[in-house]
Every structure is written in C-alpha cells, then in structure tokens.
Nanobody, 116 residues
Framework: QVQLVESGGGLVQAGGSLRLSCAAS????????MGWYRQAPGKQRELVAI???????NYADSVKGRFTISRDNAKNTVYLQMNSLKPEDTAVYLC??????????WGQGTQVTVSS
C-alpha cells in the first residue's frame, strides 16, 4: 500500500506564495509521474502540473509562469511552488502519483485559499 502525505496549504493574500509538498511512502519501487490537481467548489478536478521521472513537466495554461513543479526522486516527494497567487487559485490541491507498475494514487488534498 502507498500513502501520500501532503503539506503546505493555507491562507494567503493575492500576490503571495505557498509551497506544497507531497511525500509518498509504503510499498512503492519506482514512480513514473507525480503531479498536482485541484478542485474548486462546484467545479471539476483539473490538472495543475505534472512531472515525469526524467524531469519533463506540463502545466495548465492558467498557472504557467507562476507555478513550478519539482521532485526529489530519492525522497519520493513532489513539490509545487506557487507564486503570484490569485483568488481563482483557491481550491483543494490533490497530489497524484503514478508508479511505473500498478495503479495510481491520490492524496487527501490540502486547502489553498487566496484572499483578494
């Protein structure tokens, strides 16, 4: 079994920054893709950013230039540095992990609230 522990969410004013972390633990041998999705009230879950094992990244257009995803393969941890936050970034942010073999996993989510 794999556990994902997220941290770093909170309340911040518009223009501020937050850094999210997600650490994977348990029976996991090699991770292919790690990433972050978000879901705002009344809206569908959407991709924020993903990063492959080789470092290739993909971002939602709405966060390009403001958010940076990175990973530490030795620690099975993925990070999301969020700068220039906007009220529309307010959502529950969920960590996503896809091992090389087997099913994918989701974290429980961490709330990010950006006040105007």
């Amino acid at each position: 079994q794999v556990q994902l522990v997220e941290s770093g969410g909170g309340l911040v004013q518009a223009g501020g920054s937050l850094r999210l972390s997600c650490a994977a633990s348990g029976t996991i041998f090699s991770i292919d893709v790690m990433g972050w999705y978000r879901q705002a009230p009344g809206k569908q879950r959407e991709l924020v950013a993903i990063i492959g094992s080789g470092g290739h990244t993909n971002y939602a257009d709405s966060v390009k230039g403001r958010f940076t995803i990175s990973r530490d393969n030795a620690k099975n941890t993925v990070y999301l540095q969020m700068n220039s936050l906007k009220p529309e970034d307010t959502a529950v942010y969920l960590c996503y992990v896809q091992p090389v073999i087997g099913r994918s996993y989701w974290g429980q989510g961490t709330q990010v609230t950006v006040s105007s």
